[in-house]
């Protein structure tokens, strides 16, 4: 290989041609950019936000449960969406109706092939539905990409540039919104030498170069596709405490795929899981558990009329994992699930009834 | 200034751990009136937990009138919990004499712990888990 730096680069690492027209990651600033860090001008609508802003602190902390009554523009929305490659391809994601509010940190897991990847390059404006509408921000994938960060999973990059070179194209190519000190730290965290090519540099130092060009990009929704999966596990609790930072100093809407359910319980507040391309959760994670119930009963305990995720019969013990229908037996043990318990149960049934909520708005959008 | 460990696996609500570090260094006179709690920034960019959970522990610890958020500025003690547990106090000086002593006898730390903690629940009511409301309104000073 020559060494001359190219100032073209001829496309994603290792020539991957999978319909993407984009550049590595997303970075483009289409339209007009706006002032450097005023990132709240730019939204479509002055949404509460329950954590503080830069500089400045809002008035009530009012988390938005469990009514949110006015309803602000969702981070994320999705409408009877669905996504099939080829003609006569598999579906990789049906009927995908779920809203995703602002300053969110939001798990999206499910088996490989669940629709997970789909669903991201959706939202990131990759890829063109088949049905239904995904709407960013407020707006369209396209119209959303100068505020949108995403980072695929194979984390492409230019294989040829140096990591100083990478970074000072993510500056070029966001003009007006480059967050220089935050890009730069996170690959200073890493131990990369800036003169490194990306080529020689390992997998795990390619996701913290393609984290740091999302995060520079200070993005007001960061999409990332399986974003821990090559990290060891010190850059990965570093690298999540530098997204969590992100989230709460700029309300940054954070949604990130992952098949590690226990790493994800602490860092994120909201839960889409993902099974055969549907969405069968969605919602808050505190929600989402308090809405279920692990039981312990004996064997001939009728279950009706709640609604049964999982059950299992041990000698003459009952265990079983439920969504109440009202109040259970006194007599019952009970018990709150985890997180990583609830979508556990759910992977091992694929046939358990889901709980997406169907949101009014998407049956006016249907209608 | 106090640093939060989470223990993901110890089964207790992560805002609640929080909570509790808190008083505890609000006990051992860690945090003093006037001292400020870390950001949520700062805790969660530490420990990789969720913003809202930081949030949360900050309200619960307002509502019981530990702290303060002042607005802009951030999250104040704004007042202890008595500090009998500081480090020259005599009630500390007697438990090292009794713990000296209970290793003496021949206790290790299990029957420590199983002990004190009987003689704890005779003589003090077990504190029932208050519920935290969800939704509350309260102002949060917290800067970046």
Redesign the interface.
């Known amino acids: 290989m020559t060494d001359t730096p190219t100032d073209r680069p001829e496309g994603p690492a290792d020539g991957r041609s999978d319909g993407r027209t984009e550049g590595p990651t997303d970075l483009r600033t289409d339209g007009p950019t706006e002032g450097p860090t005023d990132r709240r001008t730019d939204r479509p609508t002055d949404r509460p936000t ?17 009514a949110p009554a006015p309803v602000p523009a969702p981070a994320l929305e999705a409408t009877a969406l669905g996504k099939r490659f080829g003609r006569r391809g598999r579906r990789a994601l049906q009927d995908c109706t779920f809203h995703l509010p602002a300053g969110r ?1 939001c798990a999206v897991v499910g088996h490989n092939g669940a629709g997970k990847s789909t669903l991201l390059a959706l939202a990131a404006g990759l890829l063109a539905p088949s049905e239904g509408t995904v709407t960013v921000l407020g707006t369209t994938p396209a119209a959303a990409r100068a505020r949108v960060g995403y980072v695929a999973q194979d984390k492409p990059l230019y294989p040829q540039l140096s990591v100083a070179e990478t970074l000072r194209m993510g500056a070029d190519l966001n003009p007006g919104r480059w967050d220089e000190v935050t890009a730069d730290r996170i690959v200073a965290a890493g131990d990369l030498d800036p003169r490194a090519r990306i080529r020689s540099l390992s997998g795990g130092q390619r996701t913290r170069v393609a984290l740091a060009l999302a995060l520079g990009k200070r993005p007001e929704l960061l999409l990332l596709d399986e974003p821990m999966a090559d990290l060891d596990p010190l850059a990965r ?2 690298l ?6 992100q ?3 700029y309300g940054t809407t954070i949604v990130m795929s992952s098949h590690v359910v ?1 790493e994800l ?5 909201h839960l889409l899981l993902m099974g055969g391309g549907r969405v069968r959760l969605a919602g808050e994670i ?1 929600e989402l558990t308090a809405g279920h119930t692990r039981v312990a009963v004996t064997a001939d305990t009728d279950l009706a009329p709640h609604t049964v995720v999982e059950s299992r019969t041990t000698g003459r013990q009952l265990s079983a994992l439920i969504r109440p229908a009202g109040p259970l037996p006194h007599e019952w043990r009970t018990g709150t699930p985890t997180l990583e318990e609830l979508v556990l149960s759910y992977l091992r049934n694929p046939e358990a009834p889901g709980l997406a909520p169907v949101p009014d708005r998407a049956e006016e959008a249907a209608a | 200034m106090v640093e939060y460990r989470i223990d993901r696996h110890s089964g207790v609500a992560t805002y609640v751990q929080i909570v509790q570090q808190t008083k505890q260094a609000l006990r051992l006179g860690l945090l003093q009136p006037g001292d400020q709690l870390p950001t949520a920034r700062e805790v969660v960019e530490a420990t990789a937990i969720n913003p809202n959970t930081v949030l949360k522990a900050y309200r619960e610890l307002e509502r019981e009138g530990l702290v303060e958020a002042r607005r802009g500025l951030g999250t104040f003690v704004r007042r202890s919990l008595g500090t009998v547990a500081a480090e020259d106090s005599p009630l500390r000086a007697e438990l090292h004499a009794w713990a000296d002593r209970a290793r003496e006898a021949g206790l290790d730390r299990d029957d420590v712990a199983a002990l004190f903690t009987s003689v704890l629940d005779e003589r003090f009511a077990v504190p029932v888990p208050v519920p935290v409301p969800v939704a509350e309104t309260h102002s949060q000073g917290d800067p970046a």
Do not use: F, K
């Open positions: 329950d954590r503080p802003t830069a500089g400045r602190t809002e008035g009530p902390i009012n988390r938005p449960t469990p940190v609790h570093q999540m405490g530098t997204l969590m930072a989230a709460a100093q226990a319980e602490d860092s994120c507040d505190d």
